[in-house]
Every structure is written in C-alpha cells, then in structure tokens.
C-alpha cells in the first residue's frame, strides 16, 4: 500500500508538471529563457502572445512549481529559468520533434541556429557534436555511464587552453553531462564544463553571440582557432 501511494503520488506530481509545460504560452516562455538571459514579465508576455495580467498568472505557476525563479533589481523583477536541469529537460523535449519536420526546408536563420547556438549556459548545435567528436577523438574526454570524464592528459590539454578542470569540479552543479542536441539528435556537452567552453571561445572572441537570439556567429579568428585546437573546419559569418 505504501509504495503504491508514493507511486500514485509520483504519478500526480508528474502529472502536474507536464500540464505546466504542456500549455503554449507557457511552454513559449520556457523555450525563451533557454539562452540562458533574464527577462521581465512584460517580454515574456510578448514572446507567448498574451496579456501582462495573463503572464503573472503563469509565472506565478511556474515559480510554485521550482521551474522559474525571480531576481529583484531595484523596481525591476526579472525571471530566469531556476536551473540547468529545467533547461535540459526541455531542450530534450525538443528532441520528440520528428527529425522529418526539422529537415524540411529549414529557413537560412533556421540553418544558422542548427549550425550554432546557446542551450542555456552551453554551446548546441552542429559545432557543439563536432567538438565533443573532437575531444572524444583526442582522448580529452571520454563518455562513461551517462557522464563525460575528463583523462589526465585532458586536464592538461583544457589547462593549456585555459580552463581549469579541478576548479569546476568543486562547483555545485553537475560537472559534464550529455545534453541532447535537438537539431542534431546526439549529444553535446552541458554542465560546467560545457558553460566554461562557451565562456572561453565568448571571452577569447573565438564566437559572439547575436543581440535577442540564442545564434552564435563565430568570429575570422575563430575559424582559425577552432582548427588549431579542434581540427574543426567552419567558416566564419
């Protein structure tokens, strides 16, 4: 009896969950705040279509149910997705689209969005599985269970590059995990190290980011430096 109502209760929690996201303005805003930025009520009202009125009702469901979380600056309250986990659950959702409706005639933003973008705090898109084949390739990292591991000779190799392996080991959030790839349907990197790689190649200017969208352009000298260090061959925008 007790474990058929921890399962009843599982059972209705999931229940509530799914409804939350299964709601379009909702699931709208949620897909909004996957590049990781923080918004106000009112542009996220204007992503999903709706009312001012309308999206305090859905952020309040949101927020009550751990999904979004809200930050205070001065008069200005601004909402964020409330972890990596919820960001990863619904780039994952993404992948449920069948792939022959992704491939159909992608518009040419739509093409630069599947070659490179943001997934919350982390590079996705066709660049992001062509560094993970790299870094599998040179034995910088390898897939064990359901985490990627970094070898001896890879923290000495993402050292040299600039990133600091033991240090993101410490922070409280998981350390390298698969996150899969909606566009691509494999997987790329999230978790610290994937956010570390996004704020290298950012901070180096090796890609930039595009003003209000989750593409990443990369830079003449990220050309260069992705084949240097990844034996990736892209041509920069």
């Not at 979380?69 to 972890?83: D, F, I, T």
């Not at 566009?183 to 090796?206: M, P, Q």
């Amino acid at each position: 009896m007790y474990i058929h109502f921890c399962t009843m209760e599982v059972e209705n929690e999931f229940s509530q969950i799914a409804k939350l996201i299964g709601d379009k303005a909702r699931s709208t805003m949620l897909w909004s705040l996957l590049d990781g930025k923080a918004y106000t009520a009112s542009e996220l009202a204007v992503s999903a279509n709706i009312s001012r009125q309308s999206v305090s009702n859905h952020l309040s469901q949101l927020m009550e149910a751990s999904l979004v979380k809200v930050e205070k600056q001065g008069r200005h309250r601004y909402y964020r997705l409330a972890n990596e986990r919820v960001a990863q659950v619904i780039e994952s959702m993404a992948s449920l689209i069948p792939a022959h409706k992704i491939q159909v005639k992608k518009s040419a933003e739509a093409q630069k969005l599947a070659f490179a973008r943001t997934c919350y705090d982390h590079l996705a898109g066709e660049l992001s599985i062509e560094i993970v084949k790299s870094l599998i390739d040179k034995k910088v990292i390898v897939l064990i269970e359901n985490d990627y591991a970094v070898t001896d000779f890879g923290k000495e190799w993402f050292l040299a590059l600039g990133i600091d392996i033991d240090a993101l080991k410490v922070k409280r959030r998981s350390f390298a995990h698969p996150c899969m790839d909606w566009t691509e349907r494999k997987h790329h990197i999230g978790g610290a190290l994937g956010a570390a790689i996004l704020e290298l190649f950012v901070r180096n200017d090796w890609i930039r980011r595009k003003q209000n969208t989750r593409e990443i352009v990369v830079t003449a000298l990220g050309e260069v430096k992705l084949f240097d260090e990844f034996e990736i061959t892209v041509h920069a925008k």
